[in-house]
């Protein structure tokens, strides 16, 4: 799963999600891309399980490139633990994914293989999305 080498600080502010993306809303690589509808939080695991089943889809056909890292900690305490005793230890990692933001980009595929590929990805994410083309 993607998650970064070494983090400073393990327990950061919640902070606020975007409505738009101000940045990263346009195709920068491939042809294709997966842009996201709605603004959100996606774990390391939600990426990396789209990740698989686009790369099980293209089968070393064509070039994927990533467009978010999860390189925000999210903490949780443990169950059945009572209120109090302060912050609960690093649990997993999250993206920030504003409305707008392109997730994944592909290249080297026909349209509709692209196309396929992207649209089981957007299967494993928890938010709304839109293929995108490049004109």
């Known amino acids: 799963m993607l998650q970064p080498s070494r983090v400073k600080h393990t327990k950061v ?14 195709l920068s ?6 842009k996201s509808e709605e603004s959100s939080w996606l774990k390391s695991n939600q990426l990396e399980s789209a990740r698989k089943v686009m790369a099980r889809f293209i089968q070393r ?17 443990s169950s059945e633990v009572g209120m109090g005793g302060g ?11 504003e409305a707008g933001r392109v997730i994944f980009e592909i ?4 349209e509709d293989q692209a196309r ?12 709304k999305t839109r293929i995108i083309k490049r004109n």
Request: aromatic letters at 8%; proline letters at 6%.
């Open 87 to 97: 912050r609960g230890a690093l649990s997993h990692f999250v993206a920030p994914v």
């Open 13 to 26: 502010h919640k902070g606020k999600l975007r409505q738009r993306a101000s940045r990263g809303a346009s």
């Open 107 to 110: 290249d080297g595929l026909s």
């Open 61 to 77: 056909g064509g070039k994927m490139w990533i467009r978010v890292f999860p390189d925000k900690p999210r903490t949780a305490k």
């Open 116 to 127: 396929e590929a992207l649209r089981l990805a957007g299967h494993k994410l928890p938010i």
């Open 29 to 34: 690589f491939g042809t294709f891309g997966l």
